[in-house]
């Protein structure tokens, strides 16, 4: 299986993740919502398309950005909406899935994007985010949550999932771009440092003071049966 980079095919596959019936539920330890325990996690295939639609709504989660801005960089804004959706809907059609969704129900409440780093090329022309080294890692590109479930929860939940999932998918590590509160008011779709702090990350380097590279080393990750 081929998988592409925005409209472009590319020479090899990745390893699928979990499969589109594999679920996660989580338990509520001390600080983790309520709401959290209340969702289901599941990989990002095509039979959840209508779910991510209405979660991104009009504006593709953010500036009709349909999550192509660390495949295609900021050239994304000067493509139609429609462009960028439709380039992300075959990559999901493509498999295997780009990310993850949080449901509530029947309701999406949030995505996270997680693949192998190197299926998106705008991280590499980042020279913030440049490579630590060349170990294959997975990253954690971004996150969206939807307004009213915001602050509970939903971000950290698909942080664990995501740790599970890439363990599965027989990755080394996992590696995320938040930002730091402490040091920026600027909003983040990456996610903050606490919160993955709290997920067992560590600062692996660091080219500006605001926006550190986190691993987790998925060695030390147990598998939920």
Not at 63 to 72: E, G, L, T
Not at 135 to 147: E, G, H, K, M, N
Not at 163 to 190: C, H, I, V, W
Request: include cysteine; aromatic fraction near 10%; proline fraction near 8%.
């Amino acid at each position: 299986m081929t998988r592409r980079v925005g409209n472009q095919k590319s020479k090899q596959p990745y390893p699928r993740v979990a499969g589109p019936r594999r679920r996660f539920f989580h338990s509520c330890p001390t600080g983790v919502s309520k709401m959290s325990t209340e969702l289901t996690i599941r990989p990002l295939t095509p039979d959840l398309w209508p779910a991510l639609e209405d979660l991104f709504g009009m504006k593709g989660a953010c500036s009709r950005c349909w999550c192509m801005y660390w495949r295609v960089g900021p050239g994304y804004r000067k493509r139609p909406a429609e462009e960028n959706k439709a380039a992300f809907r075959q990559i999901v059609t493509d498999n295997p899935p780009p990310g993850l969704i949080a449901l509530k129900g029947g309701l999406a409440v949030g995505w996270c994007q997680l693949t192998p780093r190197d299926v998106l090329p705008h991280l590499d022309r980042e020279w913030r985010l440049k490579r630590v080294d060349e170990a294959p890692v997975w990253s954690i590109s971004c996150f969206y949550v939807r307004v009213g479930y915001r602050r509970h929860g939903v971000t950290s939940a698909l942080i664990l999932a995501a740790l599970q999932t890439a363990k599965r998918a027989g990755a080394a590590a996992l590696e995320a771009y938040p930002l730091d509160a402490n040091k920026t008011t600027s909003a983040s779709f990456t996610g903050y440092v606490t919160t993955f702090q709290r997920a067992g990350f560590k600062t692996v380097a660091c080219h500006v003071p605001a926006r550190p590279i986190m691993r987790h080393d998925l060695k030390k990750i147990a598998l939920n049966k």
